[in-house]
């Protein structure tokens, strides 16, 4: 059995949304194949600021519910998984941009670029070329302050994207835009693949400065940013801390869902 049918065997819930991506190869090796079977998905990454606006936003929450793939992203939501599934590592989307790049370069995948701001993804894609030799990249394009990805010009950016020949999208509009901007571009483009990346081209322009690997591997990279923007963020993460709790409550006393339900998108 491949890693990737594996992963769609193997699914753990978090506050009641699918996990079915084990770890970083499983997610190359899913969207792989989701590639050469010629068929869209979306792909989005699972951390508790997510959660938080899980409860609040019903669009939201219907693109995680037909999201193909979903990965554990955050470091709390990848413990919790692995208390049902012990195999589970993080997948973030600043760590799965470059190497599914040059998956994509090994497979002559045209990709595209989405969200951001012009001069960073121009950055990130001289970086990606670099990083990926032969990488095609097809489609270029930030959208004003303020987009919907619910609009017609939402509508019009995806048949820009089809019309490239792009196959796989990089949405870097952050949550819960481009999730909702994936779903809705998925549906209307059936051999697209569309992943949430959040700010990774801007980590890898230099827009924006990423915690240290250090800080990451030992799961402090929130400190890191509230830390480094605590205004913006203090209220943000104090919602996390208190939902992080609950779900721990949860756990300890046996509440979690079991594993093995049927995979988002199944």
């Known amino acids: 059995m491949s890693a990737f049918e594996s992963s769609w065997a193997s699914v753990a819930r978090v506050d009641g949304h699918a996990?079915?991506?084990?770890n970083p190869d499983d997610a190359i090796s899913a969207v792989r194949s989701r590639l050469r079977a010629r068929l869209g998905f979306t792909f989005a990454t699972l951390n508790l600021d997510h959660l938080v606006k899980l409860r609040e936003n019903a669009a939201f929450r219907a693109a995680y519910t037909r999201a193909t793939f979903v990965s554990a992203d955050g470091a709390p939501?990848?413990?919790?998984?692995?208390?049902?599934?012990?195999?589970?590592?993080?997948?973030?989307?600043?760590?799965?941009?470059?190497?599914?790049?040059?998956?994509?370069?090994?497979?002559?995948?045209?990709?595209?670029?989405f969200g951001s701001t012009e001069e960073s993804l121009s950055r990130a894609a001289k970086a990606l070329r670099a990083a990926a030799p032969g990488l095609e990249i097809a489609f270029i394009a930030s959208p004003a302050f303020g987009f919907d990805p619910r609009s017609r010009d939402a509508d019009a950016w995806g048949e820009k994207i089809a019309a490239s020949g792009a196959r796989l999208c990089f949405v870097c509009l952050g949550a819960p835009k481009q999730e909702v901007f994936a779903d809705r571009m998925a549906q209307n483009h059936g051999g697209i693949g569309f992943v949430g990346v959040g700010a990774a081209a801007d980590f890898l322009s230099g827009a924006q400065i990423r915690a240290p690997k250090l800080v990451r591997s030992i799961g402090m990279e929130w400190a890191w940013r509230l830390a480094s923007q605590p205004r913006r963020l203090f209220a943000r993460y104090a919602q996390c801390a208190a939902l992080l709790a609950g779900l721990w409550l949860r756990h300890k006393f046996g509440f979690d869902a079991p594993a093995g339900v049927q995979a988002p998108g199944e």
């Open 77 to 113: 939501i990848a413990a919790l998984a692995r208390a049902q599934v012990p195999h589970i590592r993080r997948a973030t989307g600043a760590d799965l941009l470059a190497p599914l790049c040059r998956m994509a370069a090994e497979e002559a995948i045209p990709v595209a670029l």
């Open 19 to 22: 996990i079915n991506v084990l």
